[in-house]
């Protein structure tokens, strides 16, 4: 553990010509004044990680700043040199609302310039998904991405991404890393910008990337017919008022219904308490809106639109928050079904889920005889996969838990701004067809079973914290439940060790997924149980999924007290909460 005279003269370090005014100052401020805040500010290095950088923005190794992000990107940059050359690399950036969002991607921006790099980048905030859209549209090697997605207003961040326009992966991701860690000086970054080498693009880039939205729809006579489907968006103060509603304009909708207080771009979300559209808080005033103009679809996206959040009414008329499971679900049954619908199916079709996402995903793909992926959490595996499959199998949509959805491959991250218009769509759909998004959402589990999931986190801060979560995760992998909730486990996966372990026949089979610290248990009535410590957070994370047979619509609710009784059951029995 560094002592607190060395992070004295650690912060000391700061102080010299090398650094600017401002960052001095606040650096002799804490010296002075706030020893708390200088310790959190000095006590570690911000870790350049598989992500990128995140953190609280501020003066500091430990904090998001133009030194820490301008070590990371040239530590890029030197990757980026040994790979392809000293010539020819090309680059593009874009950042969302966030504060001193801007400031980083043009330090970042200057930064590749100075290393003799082509640079785009975005005129002002665009989405994630364009950013990957753009990096393939203009053959670029890599990309740079400044968000902290929907972290508290003092947070921002940095993601790299591949010339595939998906997020770094193995082996370049360790690459990268070793390369960042080699830069120990602010001396060693080339801060000074060849500014001919950077190329604001904007709106050209945007009519490029809503051509190719516009290629997932399905159902564009259906559209015409319901133009006219009120529907409330809100970007939550984020980059999803850049693409969204010009999205859904193209689309064919006509009715998109604003909560202007949201459409306003901030960094300090004020609306809120959370710019995250997993929380009810973040669509309190879009719910409030539609209740005031009757609409019958609630979108939110957040700050960096690749994530989505849906409310649909239910059958009293009442607003009900969707998880992203049942987004996911909705969106693949409606992909799969107008595929064979409009008969466009070639055969090599797939699509991609996570290991801790609805198997209610697969049980649709095996009725329409579509292949299914199952990668480990985080979308850079979905653009690994399918750009192994690229030429030989077509992926037409999938999704995560955690709120994200990627319909096509043009791009290569999760895409809230696709996914905004594939709803809409959907919504359209299931009017044509004398149902609500909810209702049609009931009529799926009816045809293929009723699937319950719930997210817990345990969270245990600090080192003491870490070491309870490892031993939680040492006790579980080595001496593995027999029974839970009076059900038998009857296999295993151990993501770790790469074995999946079937109880009833002893059988070992490999799992061919790189290594991660996740178990799997499944138990004898159906129920699966996931486990993983996070990579980001001091939490330790467990999935619940439950399912059953739905007998009709009017046994949903029954059916449903049923479900949360086994999981709640369920977390009492492994003494969670």
């Known amino acids: 553990m560094i002592s607190p005279d060395e992070i004295r003269t650690k912060a000391k370090s700061w102080l010299g010509k090398e650094f600017n005014e401002e960052t001095r100052n606040e650096v002799l401020e804490m010296l002075e004044k706030d020893e708390k805040k200088l310790i959190d500010a000095f006590y570690q290095d911000l870790e350049f990680g598989t992500g990128g950088l995140r953190g609280i923005m501020g003066a500091g190794t430990n904090r998001m700043n133009i030194y820490t992000l301008g070590m990371a990107t040239q530590g890029l940059s030197n990757y980026l040199i040994k790979q392809y050359g000293n010539s020819g690399i090309k680059v593009a950036i874009a950042h969302d609302c966030r504060n001193n969002s801007r400031y980083f991607a043009e330090t970042t921006a200057n930064i590749f310039s100075a290393n003799g790099f082509e640079v785009y980048l975005f005129e002002s905030l665009r989405p994630t998904p364009e950013l990957s859209f753009a990096i393939r549209y203009y053959k670029c090697q890599s990309g740079v991405v400044i968000t902290a997605s929907h972290n508290p207003p003092e947070y921002n961040g940095y993601k790299a991404y591949w010339n595939d326009g998906g997020q770094v992966v193995a082996p370049h991701d360790d690459g990268i890393i070793d390369e960042v860690r080699k830069i120990t000086s602010v001396n060693d970054i ?162 991609i889920k996570t290991i801790v996402t609805s198997d209610l995903m697969e049980r649709i793909a095996e009725a329409y005889h579509v292949e299914f992926f199952n990668v480990l959490t985080g979308f850079k595996f979905f653009a690994e996969l399918i750009r192994e499959n690229e030429g030989t199998k077509k992926y037409i949509g ?142 330790i994370k467990f999935y619940f999924s439950v399912n059953t047979k739905l007998e009709s619509v009017g046994k949903f609710k029954e059916t449903e007290k049923i479900l949360d009784k086994r999981i709640n059951d369920i977390i009492s029995d492994m003494k969670l909460l």
């Open 398 to 539: 999938g999704g995560e838990e955690s709120y994200g959805f990627l319909p096509g491959d043009y791009v290569r991250d999760k895409d809230a701004v696709s996914s905004c218009a594939l709803a809409a769509e959907a919504t359209a759909w299931a009017k044509s067809h004398g149902m609500s998004l909810y209702e049609l959402l009931l009529d799926i589990y009816v045809k293929y079973g009723f699937y319950k999931e719930k997210l817990i986190n345990i969270v245990r801060k600090g080192k003491e914290g870490a070491d309870e979560i490892k031993a939680m995760m040492t006790v579980y992998r080595n001496s593995p439940p027999e029974k839970i909730n009076n059900s038998r486990v009857i296999m295993v996966n151990d993501y770790e060790k790469q074995v999946s372990h079937d109880i009833l026949s002893g059988i070992k089979t490999s799992i061919t997924l790189i290594k991660s610290d996740v178990l799997q248990f499944f138990l004898a009535d159906g129920t699966k149980i996931s486990v993983r410590p996070s990579g980001t957070e001091p939490k």
């Open 190 to 351: 080339k801060f000074n910008a060849k500014k001919e080498k950077i190329k604001i693009i904007g709106k050209e880039t945007d009519d490029i990337f809503l051509r190719e939205v516009c290629k997932m729809s399905l159902n564009p006579e259906i559209i015409k017919e319901f133009s006219n489907i009120p529907i409330v968006y809100t970007p939550i103060h984020g980059t999803g008022v850049t693409m969204v509603p010009p999205a859904l304009k193209l689309f064919g909708f006509t009715n998109i219904i604003h909560v202007p207080e949201q459409d306003i771009t901030d960094g300090n979300f004020p609306t809120v308490k959370s710019p995250n559209p997993e929380e009810p808080d973040a669509l309190r005033l879009a719910i409030k809106k539609a209740v005031e103009s009757n609409a019958e679809l609630v979108m939110a996206t957040d700050p960096d639109a690749d994530r989505l959040g849906l409310a649909v009414k239910d059958r009293n008329g009442e607003f009900i928050l969707l998880n992203g499971n049942q987004t996911g679900v909705i969106l693949i049954w409606y992909i799969l079904s107008q595929y064979k619908e409009r008969k466009k199916y070639k055969g090599n079709e797939y699509i």
